[in-house]
């Protein structure tokens, strides 16, 4: 077999490079160890930064999302029993927050991908990777897990398989400079029955722990605390979760959470990681696979994009006139914008989570950056527009421009 571009995992940094790419005339395979059924029903977050939404739409994935999400203007911040709004709408001049499963948007990009020819193999076994400092490296992987062993020859390869795929490892341990912080606590994170407590997200920093009201849909809520990130879920009853969400997101003036059956819950520990650099010959990393960053700041799935954005570029550059300057320079212009949403993404986490390593100087120093997240407009313009359009994607895109052309 043979492809321009041979794409390892489909998820939303392989399948948006993909549809970036046809859309650019240049073909790709994407390869894919779990079943299509699997990506599309593993829960993980769902805010989307304006940017990122700007680009779905350039792409045309964006139908579904526009009549099915929810489009916020605030966040609020809860500490010491009050709820401090943020309004993002008013200090980004109009942007807004989209709230919209990850898991609908790679649906959304899959149908896609089958309605335009695209190819993808899931399912596939032994994923490996060759010759990634030659003119033509190769992927070998099975069909169907037990398979034949099978070869592409590609152009160029995207790594975009995640923190635990075969694509990072691949470049030589003596060229890789890892960058990595473990935090001492994880989300507990539950889908419940039930219609939203909030018209907006809540992040909450009380002294039991963290804790974050998300929504899904009119019916479906998602909500969040921190928990120690070695626990084990079965420590945790449906009555244990209900009466730490009310101590930690309790106010003075009596706010109400709505409860409903708990229909999933498990435990995610949190990090942040930067691998440097994010290239080697011909094999380029894209989101998770490069970088990953502590849930709070929500930029997970909006940095996967905005490097596909800046590698489906790079490559148009190459094939529509054989430059490869912003090939070479691919890593490092995505550093910049990685690193910005790093930053964030460690201040909202470190700002919101009581440790229980912090001395009660560190937990004062802690109230008073919320003191003065939610007093200073300056301070509050910072926030919204990192929270609402952080990363590169937006620098990029403006509202309905397309930016593909
Ligand atoms: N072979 C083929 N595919 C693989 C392999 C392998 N050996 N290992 C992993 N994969 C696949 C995974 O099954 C997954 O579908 O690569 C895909 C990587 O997808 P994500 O982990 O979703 O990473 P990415 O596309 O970079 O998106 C980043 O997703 O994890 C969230 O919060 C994160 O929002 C962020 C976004
Ligand atoms: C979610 O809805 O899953 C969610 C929302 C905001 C975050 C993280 C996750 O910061």
Redesign the pocket.
């Known amino acids: 077999m043979r492809t321009q571009v041979g794409i ?7 399948l948006m490079l993909s549809h970036l790419l046809y859309l650019q005339g240049i073909d790709s395979i994407i ?4 079943t299509r059924e699997e ?1 599309e029903g593993t829960i ?2 769902g805010v989307l930064e304006q940017g990122t939404v700007n680009l779905l739409n350039a792409m045309g994935a964006s139908e579904r999302m526009m009549r099915e999400a929810h489009f916020h203007h605030g966040i609020e911040l809860r500490f010491n029993g009050e709820g401090h709004r943020i309004n993002m709408h008013e200090l980004t001049g109009g942007k807004k927050v989209t709230v919209y499963a ?1 898991h609908e948007v790679l649906k959304d990009l899959i149908a896609l991908r089958l309605e335009t020819g695209g190819q993808m193999i899931f399912n ?1 076994g032994d ?1 490996s990777l060759h010759d990634l400092d030659t003119a033509s490296p190769k992927i070998r992987f099975r069909k169907e897990q037990d398979g034949e062993l099978q070869e592409i020859s590609c152009d160029y390869i995207a790594g ?7 694509s990072r490892p691949s470049i030589p341990a003596e060229i890789r400079k890892e960058y990595q912080k473990i935090y001492p606590y994880g989300w507990l994170g539950i889908l419940i029955e039930a219609p939203p407590s909030s018209p907006e997200l809540i992040y909450a920093n009380h002294e039991r722990g963290f804790a974050l009201v998300s929504t899904r849909s009119p019916e479906i809520q998602r909500l969040y605390i921190q928990v120690d990130p070695k626990d084990d879920i079965a420590n945790w009853s449906d009555d244990r979760i209900w009466t730490e969400l009310h101590a930690r997101l309790s106010t003075k003036d009596g706010w109400k959470l709505i409860e409903g059956p708990i229909f999933q819950k498990g435990i995610v520990a949190m990090r942040s990681y930067v691998c440097e650099s994010m290239q080697y010959g011909r094999l380029f990393l ?4 490069a970088h990953i960053v502590p ?1 709070t700041g929500a930029k ?2 909006n940095l ?1 994009a905005a490097d596909v954005y800046v590698l489906a570029r790079s490559l148009d550059a190459f094939y529509k006139s054989g430059k490869i300057e912003l090939l070479e320079s691919y890593s490092t212009n995505c550093l910049r914008h990685i690193w910005k949403s790093e930053r964030f993404s460690w201040f909202m986490t470190s700002m919101l989570h009581p440790n229980h390593e912090h001395t009660p100087f560190e937990r004062r120093m802690q109230l008073a950056e919320l003191n003065f997240a939610t007093s200073s407009r300056a301070a509050m313009t910072t926030l919204a527009e990192e929270y609402v359009d952080g990363s590169l994607v937006g620098q990029f895109t403006e509202s309905g421009r397309n930016v593909l052309v």
């Open positions: 390892i995992g489909a998820g939303p940094a392989g390869l894919e160890c779990r990506i993980r977050a990850q596939a994923v975009c398989d995640g923190f635990h795929g075969p894209a989101g998770d696979a849930p997970g799935l996967a």
